[in-house]
């Protein structure tokens, strides 16, 4: 995962919150959520003391924040502020409060427009109901559960509510990274594991990009986390991957591989399903 609660730190510390300039003789009164941020980033909790740059932002940041939390009527948390300028949008990144930031997985980026803001929280539950079912599958095609699944959301335009008989519509986009262990699945054997998981894909209507890694047998499948599992792909342990996507009108799936120097290749659904029937 990309580490993305690290790069909100340093992004913050050149948003309009940290910039210098002269103070302000503004005396708006702060909320108490407001100086409770300023101190834990280390600056004044008084309107009166903070650079007219610095209110400005503790106040958008506030309206921001709000935002979120009346719109999904839960709380957020406070990740980082990038303050409007000529190239670049106002944004505000915050996380969930009851789902924790997760190295960056939970992150939710907010917006400033003319109308108001547009933020990019999806329905957590989907993401987690396309997950459960997805390590379900994996753990009765293999009998074991000597394997690890990492999802990260790319597009999410559909709610749990509306996902009927485990069919996604081709509204939710992600990019999976899975790793098995040569105990339960070799370099062999992962094309046909591929092509069969590709076929539960497309009859539940699962759309994005779904890469298979093969790990030495020994390797601690537990130890693999949102946050390191690429840090993976550069070890002894890793053995290389197959990587499955269906293309943007679901009629064709393009495959690449490191095991073969074929790669990529573009096959018609049923060539790929084919292969193994």
């Known amino acids: 995962m990309k ?44 309107a009166d003391e903070l650079t007219d740059s610095q209110l400005r932002s503790i106040q958008r940041i506030y ?4 935002y979120l939390n009346e719109k999904y009527d839960e709380e957020f948390i406070y990740g980082g502020y990038l303050e409007p300028a000529a190239n670049q949008t106002e944004t505000l990144y915050a996380y969930p409060r009851l789902l924790g930031a997760d190295y960056g997985r ?49 597009a999410c335009d559909i709610k749990k509510s509306v996902v009927i008989d485990c069919d996604f519509q081709w509204k939710l986009g992600v990019f999976d990274s899975i790793f098995l262990s040569e105990s339960i699945c070799t370099q062999d054997d992962v094309e046909k594991f591929t092509v069969n998981f590709a076929k539960y894909l497309y009859e539940h209507k699962m759309n994005g990009s779904h890469r298979i890694n093969i790990m030495r047998d020994d390797t601690k499948m537990s130890e693999i986390t949102y ?14 991957y197959y990587q499955i996507a269906f293309n943007s009108s679901q009629s064709k799936i393009i495959q690449t591989t490191s095991f073969s120097n074929n790669s ?9 399903f084919d292969k193994y029937d």
């Open 3 to 46: 580490k993305i609660i690290a790069l909100l730190a340093a992004a913050i510390l050149t948003s309009g919150l940290f910039s210098c300039g002269r103070t302000s003789t503004k005396t708006k009164e702060l909320n108490d959520w407001q100086k409770e941020l300023l101190a834990a980033e280390g600056l004044p909790t008084e």
């Open 63 to 66: 309206e921001m924040i709000t």
């Open 106 to 154: 939970n992150t939710v980026t907010v917006k400033a427009t003319k109308d108001g803001f547009t933020d990019d929280y999806s329905d957590r539950s989907v993401v987690d109901y396309y997950n459960e079912l997805v390590t379900n599958f994996i753990h009765d095609y293999f009998n074991s559960d000597d394997f690890a699944v990492f999802t990260d959301v790319n």
């Open 227 to 240: 946050g390191n599992f690429t840090d993976y792909y550069k070890t002894d342990d890793y053995y290389g």
């Open 264 to 272: 990529p290749n573009e096959f018609s659904l049923n060539d790929f």
